[in-house]
């Protein structure tokens, strides 16, 4: 299976646990500015995926492994099922490549994505020959 396939998977069984850091200043140098916060599938209530204690953004308890959703905080996504570290972002034309390094429950495995963040939406492509791609919206902070 190619990387961008393991991630598309993992976006929508997201079932990789990550323990997010703050957003902090070499995020911010590295590209990712636009990506931190909480994300939900375009169509699907923040509320039904998203618990709150006011500081950060957490999956609800029971997390829905199946929940299309992610968030990213510093330098870390988080899925339901997985947790990735985020290597680099360079530009690919009018999208991002994102180098990821996730691990889950019984493996790891380096994957890479395509993504184009505007305005409070993120489209996550499958690979480049993907014309419209999917839409994630970013939940309320």
């Known amino acids: 299976m190619e990387t961008a396939s393991i991630l598309?998977?993992?976006?929508?069984?997201?079932?990789?646990?990550?323990?997010?850091?703050?957003?902090?200043?070499?995020?911010a140098q590295g590209g990712l500015t636009d990506y931190q916060g909480?994300?939900?599938?375009?169509?699907?209530?923040?509320?039904?995926v998203y618990a709150s204690d006011g500081k950060t953004p957490a999956?609800?308890?029971?997390?829905?492994?199946f929940a299309p959703a992610f968030i990213v905080s510093g330098k870390r996504l988080r899925?339901?099922?997985?947790?990735?570290?985020?290597?680099?972002?360079r530009p690919a034309g009018d999208r991002q490549?994102?180098?990821?390094?996730?691990?889950?429950?019984?493996?790891g495995n380096a994957v890479t994505v395509l993504m184009a963040p505007a305005g409070g939406v993120i489209t996550r492509y499958y690979d480049v020959r993907d014309t419209t791609g999917v839409g994630y919206r970013r939940c309320s902070r």
Request: glycine share 8%; with cysteine; aromatic share 4%.
């Open 97 to 107: 490549r994102l180098l990821l390094d996730c691990t889950n429950a019984v493996a």
């Open 38 to 48: 909480a994300w939900v599938l375009d169509g699907r209530g923040c509320e039904d």
């Open 8 to 27: 598309g998977a993992a976006l929508l069984y997201p079932g990789l646990a990550i323990l997010a850091g703050m957003p902090n200043a070499s995020a």
């Open 59 to 65: 999956f609800k308890k029971p997390v829905d492994i």
């Open 79 to 89: 899925t339901p099922m997985a947790t990735c570290q985020i290597k680099s972002v």
